[in-house]
C-alpha cells in the first residue's frame, strides 16, 4: 500500500510538473468508458489536447478517507488536486466531456480558483431531471448540450446565452464508407450498443422478420453483462469484447442499422453506421432527428416492433432504397466529423476564455 501511495504522489507531481510547463488554455478532465473504443467516446473531442487524469491523490489513503468521512465527499482530494494544477498552470477553461457524471468536479470552486469550468451533458431528458436538481446554479460557467432537448433542463444553472447545442462527433476517417462485403449468409441486421436499447421490441421485431424472412441474419454488438443473456432467445448473435476494426468490420458486412431505443441524445452507434454509409431503421425520438433524417433513415413509433420490422422489411425487399438511403447517411455524417465538430467546441471554449 505504501508502494502504491508513493507512485500515485509521483503520478500526480508529474501531473503539476505537465500543465506549469504546458500552460494550456483549456484543459480537459480524462474521461473514457470502458465500452468506447479508440475511436469512439467522448474524449475524442480533445483532439489530444491537454487533459487532467483524475487519479490524483498526495494524502496516505487512510488519511485522505477519514477527511472524506468528516466532509461527507468522497472525491473532495481529487477536485482539490485538479483546482491546483489549474492554479499551477494558469488555465482558462477546465472542460468535463461528461458532466452528468462528473459532478463532484464541479460541486464546489475555490475563491482562490479563476479557471472557467464547462461541461457536455449526454444523459437522456428522464435523467437530466434528477441531475439539474443536484448541480447548483453558477457552479458551471457554460454547458455544450449533445442535443436540444437537453436544453430547457440545463439552461438555467448557467448565464443567459452560455448553455449551446453542439453535436456529439463520429471519426468519419475511421468509420468511412465501404461497399458491402461479400456474404457467406443472408442480409445482416446489426445492432450496436446497450445503454438505453429497446431489447424486448428488438427481440419481437427479430422474430416477426424471420417468419417473413428466414435468411435474414441479426448481430448485437455491446458489453457482455448487458447482451450475453439475449443469445438465448434464439434469433439474435451476440458478441463483445470486440475490437475496434472488428467493429467497423461489422458496420461494413451489415446490410442496415437496426435500432430501437428506449430513450436517445446522441448515439454512437448511429453515427458509425451513418459514416459507413449505412441506412437505419432507429425509434423516432426527437433527438435523432438532430443528426438523421427521412432520406438516411426510415423511423418508428417507440416500442412498436411490427413498425421496426415493417421497416426493415421494405429495405430488405429494396435494395435500391437501401443503397440510396446508406449514400445519404455517409454524407450526413460529414456534418458530424470530429474536426468539425471539435472546432465548434473550442470556439465556444475559447471565447469564455477571454
Known sequence: MLREWKNAVVHTMKG????????????????????????????????????????????????????????????????????????????????????????????????????????TFHQTEDKLRDIACGVKAGSLDGIVCVSRVQMPWLEHLVPKGRCVFIPHGVDTDFFAASPPVTQTGGPLLLAVGAHRRDFKTLIAAAKIIKANRPDVRFRLIGPQDAV???????????????????????????????????????????????????????????????????DAALFCDPGNAQAHADAALRLLSDRGLATRMGQAAHGRAQEFSWPTVRSSLLRFLHDLAR
Open 16 to 119: 503539476f510538473g505537465a500543465i506549469r510547463s504546458s500552460r494550456p488554455t483549456i484543459v480537459f478532465l480524462d474521461q473514457r468508458w470502458r465500452h468506447h473504443g479508440a475511436y469512439s467516446g467522448y474524449l475524442v473531442a480533445n483532439g489530444g489536447g491537454f487533459s487532467l487524469p483524475r487519479d490524483n491523490r498526495l494524502l496516505p489513503y487512510p488519511l485522505s478517507r477519514r477527511v472524506a468521512r468528516i466532509k461527507h465527499d468522497d472525491q473532495w482530494e481529487q477536485r482539490l488536486i485538479i483546482q491546483l494544477m489549474l492554479r499551477a498552470g494558469n488555465a482558462r477553461v477546465l472542460h468535463l466531456v461528461d458532466g452528468d457524471f462528473d459532478t463532484w468536479a464541479y460541486r464546489s470552486r475555490a475563491h482562490w480558483l479563476d479557471t472557467r469550468i464547462t461541461a
Open 228 to 294: 450475453g443473456a439475449l443469445a438465448q432467445e434464439g434469433v439474435v448473435e451476440v458478441m463483445f469484447n470486440v475490437s475496434d476494426t472488428e467493429l467497423r468490420a461489422a458496420y461494413r458486412e451489415s446490410y442496415m442499422l437496426f435500432l430501437p431505443l428506449e430513450a436517445a441524445t446522441a448515439n454512437n452507434a448511429l453515427l458509425e453506421s451513418m459514416a459507413t454509409g449505412r441506412p437505419a431503421v432507429i425509434t423516432d425520438l426527437p433527438a435523432i432527428h438532430e443528426y438523421t433524417a427521412a
